[in-house]
C-alpha cells in the first residue's frame, strides 16, 4: 500500500530564503506526483506535476524534482516571499487511477 | 467564474439528518472525485466517477452514497449524518489521462459540521 510522508510538518523561514520542502513515497511504481497549496480555509491549488518519465518541472520560481529509485521528490522555492505562506500538499496517483494518496503537508510560513 | 464550484460552502446540521453535497465543473472533464479532509489525516478519497454511467469506492466510502447527474455535475449525499463525519470536503475533477496525466483540480471545499 502506497504511504506518502512529509517532513518537517512545519517550517518557518525569513523572506528571501530558498527552501526546499520533502516528499517522500513507499512504492516507487507510480503513475504522477503532484504538488498543491493550499490556503487556510481554501481550496487545493495545482502547482506542478510530474510524469513518472520525468525527473523535473519547473514553474516560475518552482521546481519540483523526482527520483523514483530513492522515493523521494522535493519542491524547491527560491527567493521565499510572505505570500508563498500556505500548506503544501504533495500526491501520489499509482496506478493512473485518479486515486491520489496525500501526504500530511508541510505548512510553512515566511516572514518578512 | 470558478471552474469547479462546490456548495453550500458551509453547513452544520444534526446527527441523522440528509444532507447532500454539490459540486459542479466548467472545465469539461469526464472525471470527478469527492475527498474529506480532516485534521491530522489529510485528504482521503471518498468516491469517484470516470463518466456518468461509472461510479467507484475510494478509501473511506461506508455511510456514503453519490450521484453523477450529468458530466458536470457530481453530488455527495450523507445519508445519515454522524458527528465523526464533521470534516472539509472537495470535490475534484481531471481530464483524461491522455495528455494530462491526471492532473487534478480542486474545488474551494464545503466544512460540514455534524452536532
Known amino acids: 500500500k502506497q504511504e506518502v510522508t512529509q517532513i518537517p510538518a512545519a517550517l518557518s523561514v525569513p523572506e528571501g530564503e530558498n527552501l526546499v520542502l520533502n516528499c517522500s513515497f513507499t512504492?516507487?511504481?507510480?503513475?504522477?506526483l503532484q504538488w498543491f497549496r493550499q490556503d487556510p480555509g481554501k481550496g487545493l491549488t495545482s502547482l506542478l506535476l510530474i510524469q513518472s518519465s520525468q525527473r523535473e518541472q519547473t514553474s516560475g520560481r518552482l521546481n519540483a524534482s523526482l527520483d523514483k529509485s530513492s522515493g523521494r521528490s522535493t519542491l524547491y522555492i527560491a527567493a521565499s516571499q510572505p505570500g508563498d505562506s500556505a500548506t503544501y500538499l504533495c500526491?501520489?496517483?499509482?496506478?493512473?487511477?485518479?486515486?491520489?494518496?496525500f501526504g500530511q503537508g508541510t505548512t510553512l510560513q515566511v516572514k518578512p | 467564474d470558478a471552474d469547479v464550484t462546490q456548495t453550500p460552502r458551509n453547513r452544520i446540521t444534526k446527527t441523522g439528518k440528509r444532507i447532500m453535497l454539490e459540486c459542479s465543473q466548467t472545465?469539461?472533464?469526464?472525471?470527478m472525485y469527492w475527498y474529506r479532509q480532516d485534521p491530522g489525516l489529510g485528504l482521503r478519497l471518498i468516491y469517484y466517477s470516470f463518466d456518468v454511467k461509472d461510479i467507484n469506492k475510494g478509501e473511506i466510502s461506508d455511510g456514503y452514497s453519490v450521484s453523477r447527474q450529468a458530466q458536470a455535475k457530481f453530488s455527495l449525499s450523507l445519508e445519515s449524518a454522524i458527528p465523526n463525519q464533521t470534516a472539509l470536503y472537495f470535490c475534484?475533477?481531471?481530464?483524461?489521462?491522455?495528455?494530462?496525466?491526471?492532473?487534478?483540480?480542486f474545488g474551494p471545499g464545503t466544512r460540514l459540521t455534524v452536532l
Open positions: 512504492d516507487s511504481a507510480i503513475y504522477n
Open positions: 500526491a501520489i496517483d499509482s496506478g493512473n487511477t485518479g486515486k491520489l494518496i
Open positions: 475534484a475533477t481531471s481530464d483524461r489521462p491522455f495528455g494530462s496525466y491526471n492532473e487534478q483540480f
Open positions: 472545465k469539461g472533464h469526464d472525471r
